[in-house]
């Protein structure tokens, strides 16, 4: 269907006034009738009716519950986000108009399906909050909410996802399909089929967490704590011309001058040789460590241990480690203790996961610039949402100074002045060193304050609730997602709960704090509202423009200005030579911002730049799971069928059958003339194959010519299903249960490997395009081959194992 934003948002319009037609007529309805109501959609959508039919009404139901149950009325502009939603699209709302709300009609309605609703969160405080929030609304109309939070053991899961609205983060939804793809009995299982998802701040996690997949490990104990610990040394001893750094593609490597300095380390006679892959391996990863992935950037350590901070987010990855050994070589370099490398035993994109939703929306402040992006990868369209109030805000020009000192010292004057004044500030950085720099300097000026990185994120809510207080000064890593309103003069809940977690408060005590917070959200606005503050521009607009949205939430006044300098690292790593030409014809003692129109769209070119580079890397992660993704389909669901199956006797035939084909192709390969070929080395083949079976094997010409290869295949695949029956019968129940928990483990083991050969397949492909080949057409080509020699492994494995099932213990 061809999107049209103005068409579309005229076709929304129109069904929001047919919705509010109706609301008069709701209004009247008595408590049973909203589940009398709900009894009624699923009866005329099981009749034929579509979503379509009866959405109207079905909106202005949840509408006039929610305005009941938890004192909120969805606006107009609400419901057109829950329409989008419904449509499986993208509704793109600012900051502060409501987005939980919104998604709780279109949740609603496709929920009457009786195939479960999938609402999708950025953390688990936000699962948990909007599950809360939420479930009497639900419970209301005769609905029940289940939420996963991490640690949730299997039955409560089971549970949470049994529920017609259920509530999660992205990684424990797709954790939880792994699992059960790794799951040796049906009862261990806890999602049911993927029917349709919400996902909040769907930028975030379709764009921004894109490039990195869900991985489930398994210890490797092949490589040693001690190599690493050696590389580290050695890189630590390296200087600047021992290596070549790529900044765009993040990756570093030797020069001859290094390649010569690590064979004398480790005493080589050539790096490059077959044999030293490993050391080459110990070597990459911790060049990779040290050079460029930086402590409190890229990642934090905390308690003697290194967790991944999210680039766009700010937040800590909890659960996730880098892959292939780099986590390992970081754990070197910093000295902390080097946990095990992992060996892959599952792993998907959530790009993959995702697009395995019957139906998939999303919801976020920004999503305009990844439109094309949206609608290439997973066929869902922007639709970008009026303000219910018009907005207040205003965005200044950015103020560019040449050296980034002097951009730090006009930040801090900036905030000195303001916060003087009593209007609250946000200053957002991009990294956990930034925040803490800002904040060094502010308590040199003696200057109150607040920080939020991935060191205290737990109490992320908390801070950025009371953002907006008189005389505020919050300093913050990037705000993406993190679900809570900055209300200008503080937010009442936090401030009772805050003040209750200290001393009892009666009625009269709440309602003071409540009289409070509005004096003070006077004042504020008078002053101006909340001042955001961008102290550097990131890779990507969508996240400035999701810090710029802060402020001015729901009609407020507010402002935001980035400050910039020409030795930020955007520009440094993206366009040193041109921000170089610039910073030439000013003086380095310039501390005044400079105006330019030259900077500005250098800027914005470096932006768009690195924007087109990372949709480029995430395209490529794309294209190689994708091959990846349909084996992972068909194993999944091969995998599926012998759980479900109360009996596997007719697989295992099957297995059978293709492994006596296999084998007696093997013998037939060599000659076309029977008397050629060598039935002894079959009947060697079919011993090792098949325990304790022995064949009678024609041993003149004249036996031989008697045969053809499909006349020996069908009948050594009668004789062996034959004796495979009669062993089998003589206890089918307990010989049914073994042989298919040897399958389900022969399938794992296989599928491990297949995984390990695929991505040292990726790792070696690039080097198809030296030859004028597609890498990506290539790994497929070779990955079919290698897929089809798995299945021929687990038919062969299953059955030898089978026949190995000792009857007589049965």
């Not at 205003?394 to 003087?420: G, M």
């Not at 937010?491 to 005590?509: E, G, H, M, Q, Y």
């Not at 389909?633 to 084909?661: A, C, H």
Request: include cysteine.
């Amino acid at each position: 269907m061809n999107f049209n934003q103005k068409k579309d948002l005229k076709s929304a319009m129109e069904q929001v006034r047919i919705i509010n037609s109706l609301e008069e007529r709701i209004r009247n309805f008595e408590p049973e009738d909203f589940q009398n109501a709900t009894r009624n959609f699923k009866l005329r959508l099981s009749r034929g009716e579509t979503h379509r039919d009866i959405l109207p009404e079905a909106f202005a139901v949840c509408r006039e519950a929610s305005r009941r149950v938890l004192g909120m009325r969805h606006f107009d502009v609400q419901l057109i986000g829950g329409i989008t939603l419904d449509r499986g699209d993208i509704a793109e709302m600012m900051t502060g108009e409501g987005k939980t709300l919104s998604a709780t009609t279109a949740a609603y309605l496709n929920a009457l399906d009786g195939k479960g609703v999938h609402v999708v969160t950025v953390n688990d405080y936000l699962a948990r909050r909007d599950s809360e929030t939420m479930a009497p609304l639900f419970s209301y109309l005769g609905m029940t909410t289940g939420c996963i939070l991490s640690g949730m053991e299997p039955g409560a899961r089971r549970a949470a996802y049994a529920g017609d609205v259920t509530y999660g983060t992205a990684n424990e939804f797709g954790f939880d399909y792994l699992r059960d793809n790794m799951a040796d009995d049906r009862k261990e299982q806890v999602q049911r089929d993927l029917h349709y998802a919400i996902i909040d701040e769907v930028d975030s996690v379709l764009i921004d967490e894109a490039r990195t997949p869900l991985i489930i490990s398994g210890p490797d104990p092949s490589r040693s704590e001690d190599e690493y610990l050696k590389a580290d040394e050695f890189v630590k001893g390296l200087s600047a011309d021992d290596y070549e750094i790529q900044w765009k593609e993040r990756q570093v490597s030797l020069t001859e001058q290094g390649v010569s300095k690590a064979e004398n380390y480790y005493s080589l006679g050539n790096l490059s040789d077959p044999e030293n892959m490993e050391i080459c391996h110990y070597v990459l990863q911790a060049l990779r460590a040290n050079l460029i992935m930086a402590r409190n950037i890229d990642y934090i350590v905390k308690e003697k241990e290194v967790f991944i901070v999210d680039e766009f987010t700010g937040r800590v990855m909890e659960g996730r480690r880098f892959s292939d050994g780099l986590h390992q070589a970081i754990e070197a370099k910093e000295r902390v203790t080097i946990m095990p490398e992992n060996r892959t035993l599952a792993m998907i994109t959530l790009q993959n996961y995702f697009r395995m939703y019957r139906k998939l929306s999303g919801m976020t402040g920004t999503a305009r610039t990844e439109a094309d992006e949206f609608r290439e990868i997973y066929n869902m369209n922007v639709l970008t949402v009026p303000t219910n109030r018009p907005v207040k805000r205003i965005d200044c020009p950015d103020q560019v100074f040449i050296s980034e000192k002097a951009k730090w010292e006009a930040v801090v004057d900036l905030i000195e002045k303001t916060s003087r004044r009593g209007q609250p500030v946000l200053a957002g950085t991009t990294s956990v060193e930034n925040s803490e720099y800002l904040s060094l300097l502010l308590r040199k000026k003696h200057i109150v304050h607040t920080v939020l990185n991935a060191r205290n994120d737990r109490k992320e809510a908390e801070i950025i609730a009371q953002a907006g207080r008189f005389g505020a000064v919050t300093v913050a890593t990037n705000m993406a997602g993190r679900g809570t309103d900055i209300l200008l003069g503080g937010n009442p809940d936090f401030l009772i709960k805050s003040v209750s977690s200290r001393k009892s408060l009666t009625s009269a005590d709440k309602r003071k704090l409540v009289q409070y917070c509005k004096k003070q959200r006077q004042r504020v606005m008078e002053l101006g509202g909340l001042l955001v503050i961008g102290t550097e521009r990131h890779e990507s607009r969508r996240i400035d423009d999701q810090l710029r949205g802060r402020a001015g939430r729901q009609g407020d006044p507010g402002k935001s200005v980035f400050y910039v300098s020409m030795e930020d690292q955007l520009l440094q790593r993206f366009s040193r030579d041109e921000a170089g030409k610039i910073s030439a014809k000013h003086s380095s003692e310039e501390k005044g911002p400079v105006s330019s129109r030259l900077i500005t769209a250098l800027i914005e070119n470096t932006q768009k730049k690195v924007e087109g580079n990372n949709y480029a890397i995430r395209k490529n992660v794309l294209n190689y799971d994708d091959v990846l993704n349909q084996q992972r389909k068909i194993l999944y669901g091969q995998r599926q069928r012998v759980l479900e199956d109360e009996d596997i006797q007719n697989q295992v035939e099957e297995m059978i059958g293709e492994t006596v084909e296999a084998l007696v192709k093997k013998m037939t390969s060599v000659s076309r003339f029977p008397e050629e070929w060598d039935f002894q080395g079959l009947a060697e083949d079919l011993g090792h194959a098949f325990k304790n079976i022995r064949i009678v094997v024609p041993e003149t010409e004249e036996d031989k010519m008697k045969f053809t290869e499909e006349s020996v295949t069908d009948k050594l695949s009668r004789f062996l299903i034959n004796n495979y029956r009669a062993r089998r019968n003589t206890g089918s129940q307990v010989f049914s249960m073994v042989e298919k928990k040897i399958l389900i483990t022969v399938i794992d083991r296989c599928w491990t490997d297949h995984l390990e050969q695929m991505e040292v397949m990726r790792k070696g492909i690039g080097l198809m395009a030296l030859g004028q080949k597609d890498p990506v057409t290539e790994y497929a080509r070779n990955g079919k081959r290698l897929f089809e020699r798995m299945n021929e492994r687990i038919c062969a494995e299953t059955v030898k194992l089978v026949f190995q099932i000792e009857v007589e213990l049965l």
